[in-house]
């Protein structure tokens, strides 16, 4: 097991407590192989690569080897657990500064939608004969 905090991308114990508490359980009827790197370092290992924006492959070694790394990332980005990890936490963070699990209300200005100058389609014109 490496380190507590070798990167500054790294959970602290209080993050990863809160991290494991909404993690999905395990679907029904999966058993395989014993797990050969803990979940948190996988997660570390995650976190330090979307931070930096190194390429997968250049991650360094004393971190979960980078095929691992990217197979648990694009697995749980696909199958929606990322997004439960989040959707909980934004729940969470939202709570504590006193306010409701879920926004009420939202709201989009003009700056916020971007839209093309000109009004219409662009760009497409007829073949000409």
């Not at 993690?23 to 803990?38: D, E, N, S």
């Amino acid at each position: 097991m490496a380190s507590s905090s070798r990167y500054s991308t790294d959970l602290t114990d209080a993050q990863w407590e809160c991290i494991e508490k909404v993690w999905p359980p395990a679907k029904g009827g999966r058993t395989g192989r014993p797990r050969t790197y803990a979940r948190r370092e996988v997660v570390n290992t995650i976190l330090y690569q979307l931070r930096t924006g190194c390429a997968w492959r250049l991650l360094p070694k004393d971190l979960v080897p980078w095929p691992l790394a990217w197979e648990h990332f694009r697995r749980w980005r696909d199958d929606g657990t990322l997004q439960v990890i989040h959707d909980a936490l934004h729940e969470q963070v939202r709570e504590k500064a006193g306010r409701e699990k879920a926004p009420s209300a939202g709201a989009i200005d003009s700056q916020a939608v971007k839209t093309t100058e000109k009004g219409g389609l662009t760009g497409l014109s007829r073949a000409k004969t």
